[in-house]
């Protein structure tokens, strides 16, 4: 064996080591952080009902095929940003009365519009004092990007989720 080809069996084995993991993994972190998500965003007594701000009808569309059945507010509504911006904070305030968290689960496509959605939305609620939580578009970004980078790609992968989203909503954590 040459020194060469020793090293690119190495390379090979390292490449695999430090690559993407199996798609049971990542859909079960996509699965926890929907659900975890969904928690927030449901209706009734004690829950927080926490509103999801999506870019449009068809990513609302693929979150309710995921479960989600609390509020779920679209960018596109042919407002302008400042005029959503006021909107939300209007309606939402700055905290979620109920776990003191954000008032709002902000996630756009993980495509680099909806990356630079995501960051004009964060700074300008932000400079209103009103965080958002961003982590579901962190997990999302990170675990379904082989498969989609938009929300509503979503939706042909719910059946696969769903099962695993359950387990999580059935946990008491």
């Not at 693929?62 to 005029?83: P, Q």
Request: hydrophobic fraction near 35%; proline fraction near 6%; include cysteine.
């Amino acid at each position: 064996m040459s020194q060469k080809e020793g090293l690119g069996d190495r390379g090979d084995n390292r490449a695999r080591r430090v690559g993407p993991p199996d798609r049971e993994i990542r859909f079960r972190a996509a699965a926890k952080a929907i659900a975890t998500c969904i928690k927030r965003n449901r209706f009734g007594k004690g829950n927080p009902n926490c509103p999801i701000l999506v870019e449009g009808l068809r990513d609302e569309k693929a979150l309710r095929e995921l479960g989600f059945t609390g509020i779920i507010e679209k960018v596109n509504r042919g407002w302008d940003r400042s005029k959503l911006v006021a909107y939300l904070y209007d309606n939402y305030g700055t905290r979620n009365i109920v776990d003191k968290g954000p008032a709002l689960i902000l996630l756009m496509d993980w495509d680099r519009t909806g990356g630079r959605l995501q960051t004009v939305l964060r700074e300008q609620l932000m400079a209103m004092d009103m965080p958002v939580d961003e982590e579901l578009r962190t997990v999302l970004l990170r675990v379904m990007k082989p498969e989609s980078r938009t929300i509503e790609a979503l939706a042909p992968h719910s059946r696969n989720l769903n099962p695993l989203i359950e387990e999580y909503l059935d946990d008491p954590e």
